[in-house]
C-alpha cells in the first residue's frame, strides 16, 4: 500500500512570497490533515477535511493560508504572504475516518528568511 | 491548544533498559494515541487505545491508560539504539474529532 505522498520536501523563500505544499492521501481515506510543526512542539492542526468538505480550520490563519482539496483526494495548502513565523515542517496525514489512525507524510520543511 | 501533556520533556537511557513515558490530558476522550517521529522525518503510529481499555501490548511497547486520571503511559522494554526518537501522545475527543499532539518525550537510547 503506498503511503502519504507530500511534495516538496524543501523550500526555501523571501518573507511576502507565495508557495504552494501538496499531498496525495493513501486511497480511499475519507479524512485528510494539514499539520504544522515547529521546531521542538508537537504538530498543531491547520485543517482536516472529510471528503472535500472542510470539518476543522480554527487554527488555519485565513487571512494568508488557505487549503483545498478537490474532487475528496489531492490537497494543496499555499501560504501568501509568507512570514518569517511560518518557518516549520508542514506534515499530511489521513485516516480512514476522523479520530482514528492517522499516516503521516515525509512533511515538506519551509524555511522563510 | 495542545491538550496531550508528556513526562519526561526528555529521557536518556542505555541499551537494553526500559523507558517510560507519561502523558496527561484534560478532557474526556474516544481514545488515545502514541506516535513516534525520527529526527527530521514524519510521524509513525505505534498503538491506539479506546477510552473503555486499560492496557494494550503491541510487540514491546505497552500502553495503559487511567481514564479517572485523565493519564497513559508508555512503555517500551529492551530498549534499542534505533528507538531514539521523539514520541507524542494525542487524543482524541468523543464524535472522532481532530486529533490533539502534545509537545512529545525524546528519548535517547545510547548503544
Known amino acids: 500500500e503506498a503511503g502519504v505522498a507530500q511534495s516538496p520536501r524543501y523550500k526555501i523563500i523571501e518573507k511576502r512570497q507565495s508557495v504552494a505544499f501538496w499531498c496525495n492521501p493513501i486511497?480511499?481515506?475519507?479524512?485528510l490533515y494539514w499539520y504544522q510543526q515547529i521546531l521542538g512542539q508537537g504538530p498543531k492542526l491547520l485543517i482536516q477535511?472529510?471528503?472535500?468538505?472542510?470539518?476543522?480550520d480554527s487554527q488555519l490563519p485565513k487571512d494568508r493560508f488557505s487549503a483545498e482539496r478537490l474532487k475528496g483526494v489531492d490537497s494543496t495548502l499555499k501560504i501568501q504572504p509568507a512570514k518569517l513565523e511560518d518557518s516549520a515542517v508542514y506534515l499530511c496525514?489521513?485516516?480512514?475516518?476522523?479520530?482514528?489512525?492517522?499516516?503521516f507524510g515525509p512533511g515538506t520543511r519551509l524555511l522563510v528568511l | 491548544s495542545q491538550q496531550g501533556e508528556e513526562d519526561p520533556q526528555a529521557l536518556s537511557i542505555q541499551e537494553g533498559e526500559n523507558a517510560t513515558m507519561n502523558c496527561s490530558y484534560k478532557?474526556?476522550?474516544?481514545?488515545l494515541q502514541w506516535y513516534r517521529q525520527n529526527s527530521g522525518r514524519g510521524l509513525v503510529h505505534l498503538i491506539l487505545?479506546?477510552?473503555?481499555?486499560r492496557e494494550k501490548h503491541s510487540g514491546r511497547l505497552r500502553v495503559t491508560l487511567d481514564t479517572s486520571k485523565k493519564s497513559s503511559s508508555l512503555l517500551i522494554t529492551a530498549s534499542r539504539a534505533a528507538d531514539t526518537a521523539s514520541y507524542f501522545c494525542?487524543?482524541?475527543?468523543?464524535?472522532?474529532?481532530?486529533?490533539?499532539f502534545g509537545k512529545g518525550t525524546m528519548l535517547l537510547v545510547s548503544p
Open positions: 496525514a489521513s485516516s480512514l475516518q476522523g479520530g482514528e489512525t492517522q499516516y
Open positions: 486511497s480511499g481515506h475519507a479524512t
Open positions: 477535511f472529510q471528503n472535500n468538505g472542510v470539518v476543522d
Open positions: 478532557t474526556s476522550i474516544n481514545n
Open positions: 487505545i479506546r477510552s473503555n481499555e
Open positions: 494525542a487524543t482524541s475527543g468523543p464524535g472522532y474529532s481532530t486529533l490533539t
